[in-house]
């Protein structure tokens, strides 16, 4: 029986990158401006383990982390019509990137080194949810995670939008511009 709900046949917007890009933002907006459903991946897990991303990671470790990251990408990202806000890390698995580009538009959202770590420093007093990635400061670690994983960003993207310098509302426009110049139909 088909889906009569109104984003049944819409592609995901599922947006990717490395933390404090802004997906989160853009998301929400994009969401709200095109009346859809928003899902935060990394907010869902949180909710669903009970405990914060740095607090899973010291208990359970990454691996732990990644696996229920899988099963969230594999959930929510066959679901038609939603705005999806990855996990900086999703991009480690192949597989999450085939459900997302399946299913929907692959958005990375970039920022230089330097951008993102003036915003993890500005995030730094509210948010104790981004556990190291490298043992070391999350500050720190911003060039060494960003070069480790640039070539899997530009692989699993479609469209590539620079944050830096724009706001949340700037770069939602930036990527329906983007969708709108390569003829994407977001309609039903």
């Known amino acids: 029986m088909p889906d009569s709900a109104p984003h049944s046949r819409k ?28 899902v935060d991946l990394d907010q869902v897990l949180v909710e669903e383990a009970g405990q914060s991303i740095a607090q899973l990671v010291a208990q359970s470790g990454w691996e732990e982390f990644r696996r229920r990251e899988k099963q969230l990408v594999a959930r929510y990202g066959i679901r038609p019509g939603l ?17 997302l580009r399946r299913h929907g538009i692959i958005i990375w959202l970039t920022a230089d ?33 960003l070069q480790a994983r640039q ?22 426009e930036c990527v329906l511009t983007a969708i709108r110049g390569e003829d994407i139909n977001l309609g039903g």
């Open 151 to 172: 070539h899997l960003y530009l692989a699993a993207a479609r469209i590539i939008i620079d944050t830096a310098g724009r706001s949340i509302e700037q770069v939602a």
């Open 83 to 99: 705005v999806l806000a990855t996990g900086g890390g999703v991009v480690l698995d192949w597989q999450n990137i085939l459900i």
């Open 113 to 145: 080194p330097a951008t993102i770590q003036a915003r993890l420093v500005q995030d730094r007093p509210l948010d104790t949810n981004r556990p190291s990635l490298t043992g070391g400061d999350t500050v720190a670690e911003v060039a060494e995670v």
């Open 11 to 38: 592609p995901n917007l599922a947006l990717i990158g490395y933390r404090a890009t802004g997906k989160t933002g853009v998301g929400r907006f994009l969401a709200d401006r095109l009346q859809r459903p928003f």
